[in-house]
């Protein structure tokens, strides 16, 4: 069984830098890539980042392109995300979460099969 761990989340202030860490264990194979989510209070869980975890292409949504960023230590099997310039709007649980195939969009958390229980972020303005 695959299990997925968050770590590395906290208060900080507007305009801080926070990572955030996700330790996967369990698994046989390979994922072909794992992503970060976010959901933030009375609203939908969304798509943050991914990284294809092989080839090491990545995906951003639109609003934390240039201020997040999302590796992986294949060798210790731990993906991070770096997150810049955070802004009060980043405040949410942020989950990490792995595929097994290609096909559907990098952003379609449907396409994700095991999931971390989520760490707090809290950006305080």
């Known amino acids: 069984q695959v299990q997925l761990l968050e770590s590395g989340g906290r208060l900080v202030q507007t305009g801080d830098s926070l990572r955030l860490s996700c330790a996967q264990s369990?698994?046989?194979?390979?994922?072909?890539?794992m992503g970060w989510f976010r959901q933030a209070p009375g609203k939908e869980r969304e798509f943050v980042a991914a990284?294809?975890?092989?080839?090491?292409?990545?995906y951003y949504t639109d609003s934390v392109k240039g201020r997040f960023i999302v590796s992986r230590a294949r060798v210790d099997d731990l993906m991070y995300l770096q997150m810049n310039s955070l802004q009060p709007a980043d405040t949410a649980v942020y989950y990490c979460?792995?595929?097994?195939?290609?096909?559907?969009?990098?952003?379609?958390?449907?396409?994700?099969?095991?999931w971390g229980q989520g760490t707090q972020v809290t950006v305080s303005s």
């Open positions: 369990g698994r046989a194979y390979t994922p072909y890539a």
């Open positions: 979460a792995a595929r097994w195939y290609s096909g559907e969009s990098m952003s379609s958390a449907g396409a994700y099969r095991y």
């Open positions: 990284i294809v975890w092989n080839g090491g292409t990545t």
